[in-house]
Nanobody, 117 residues
Framework: VQLQASGGGLVHPGGSLRLSCAADRSVRSIDVMAWYRQAPGKQRELVATIIIDGRTHYADPVKGRFTIFRDNAENTVYLQMNSLKPEDTAVYYC????????????WGQGTLVTVSS
C-alpha cells in the first residue's frame, strides 16, 4: 500500500488543521489505517486508528480533540485536529495494515505540524 500524508503547517494554539492520507487503492480494502506522530527527541507514538468496520481508537492526549475518518470515494483517510496545543507539534505519519495484524507499511515522509504562537 502506498500512502501519502499531507496537510501539515504552522497553526496557533487553539487552532485547527486537517491532515490527509491518500492511498493508492480503495481504503475500503484496508483493514486498519492509522495516524502516528513523532515529536522532536521523542519516540513515534500512535495517535488514532480506524478499522474497516468504522471503529476508531484515540490516544488519551488527543481524545475529544482529534477525529479520524475515511472518505471512501477519495481513497483518503483524514485526521481532523482541533484545539491544538504546542505539545501536538510533531511530524505526523499515516500507515496501514492491509489485513488486520499485518506489519505496518514502510514509513513515508510524514507531514510537519507546528503549533506555536
Amino acid at each position: 500500500v502506498q500512502l501519502q500524508a499531507s496537510g501539515g503547517g504552522l497553526v496557533h494554539p487553539g487552532g485547527s488543521l486537517r491532515l490527509s492520507c491518500a492511498a493508492d487503492r480503495s481504503v475500503r480494502s484496508i483493514d486498519v489505517m492509522a495516524w502516528y506522530r513523532q515529536a522532536p527527541g521523542k519516540q513515534r507514538e500512535l495517535v488514532a486508528t480506524i478499522i474497516i468496520d468504522g471503529r476508531t481508537h484515540y490516544a488519551d492526549p488527543v481524545k475529544g480533540r482529534f477525529t479520524i475518518f475515511r472518505d471512501n470515494a477519495e481513497n483518503t483517510v483524514y485526521l481532523q485536529m482541533n484545539s491544538l496545543k504546542p505539545e501536538d507539534t510533531a511530524v505526523y505519519y499515516c500507515n496501514a495494515q492491509k489485513s488486520y495484524g499485518d506489519a505496518w507499511q514502510p514509513w513515508g515522509q510524514g507531514t510537519l505540524v507546528t503549533v506555536s504562537s
